[in-house]
T-cell receptor, first 114, second 112 residues
């Protein structure tokens, strides 16, 4: 597609429920990243996919968080047993590769856990 | 670990120059970036500079890099109300590998 697409744009969920956030990167971009942006905070790195390599999961805050990328394209970030501290904007980005170029970001999914 | 710091707020008058400053800790960073985020939107890449450069100019934007002090700045000439946004400094290619480390963002207010 023309840009990075994320869905849903907003999600309100009850504490303890599972949620799935979707990211559709730019076609041909081999690198895909998930970040979390909390109110007044910078971007917190979560996970990075590059081609067929094993993902860099070093930023996932707990084992309730997982992500997969199917067929080298669409990615899903899953949060199990959501907690109120999971409330944030989840941003997905993609790039042609891991090199010098910057990222193209999606508009994000605003997650609110009530 | 890697860290990127920037002041949280900057207020300028329309037509003045804005200078947004950033410091980073990873001396092995290879690329340094400036992103812009408008309300309700994702981040948009504005410009970036290689660590072996001192300066980069792109229309109204000037990036200055002092590698010795690990200090990066973004100057916006003739600031307009449409420049009001959050500006993020970021670095990549150092000990963080291929992931980009972002600062907390500087919110720029432009007064008419």
């Amino acid at each position: 597609g023309a840009g990075v697409s994320q869905s849903p744009s907003n999600k309100v969920t009850e504490k303890g429920k599972d949620v799935e956030l979707r990211c559709d990167p730019i076609s041909g971009h081999t690198a895909l990243y998930w970040y979390r942006q909390s109110l007044g905070q910078g971007l917190e790195f979560l996970i990075y996919f590059q081609g067929n390599s094993a993902p860099d999961k070093s930023g996932l805050p707990s084992d309730r968080f997982s992500a997969e990328r199917t067929g080298g394209s669409v990615s899903t970030l899953t949060i199990q047993r959501t907690q109120q501290e999971d409330s944030a904007v989840y941003l997905c980005a993609s790039s042609l590769g891991p090199g010098e170029g910057g990222y193209t970001f999606g508009s994000g999914t605003r997650l609110t856990v009530v | 670990g890697e860290d990127v710091e920037q002041s949280l707020f900057l207020s300028v008058r329309e037509g003045d120059s804005s200078v947004i400053n950033c410091t980073y800790t990873d001396s092995s960073s290879t690329y340094l970036y400036w992103y812009k985020q408008e309300p309700g939107a994702g981040l948009q890449l504005l410009t970036y500079i290689f660590s072996n450069m001192d300066m980069k100019q792109d229309q109204r934007l000037t990036v200055l890099l002092n590698k010795k002090d690990k200090h990066l700045s973004l100057r916006i000439a003739d600031t307009q109300t449409g420049d009001s946004a959050i500006y993020f400094c970021a670095e990549k290619g150092g000990t963080g590998g291929f992931k980009t480390i972002f600062g907390a963002g500087t919110r720029l207010f432009v007064k008419a």
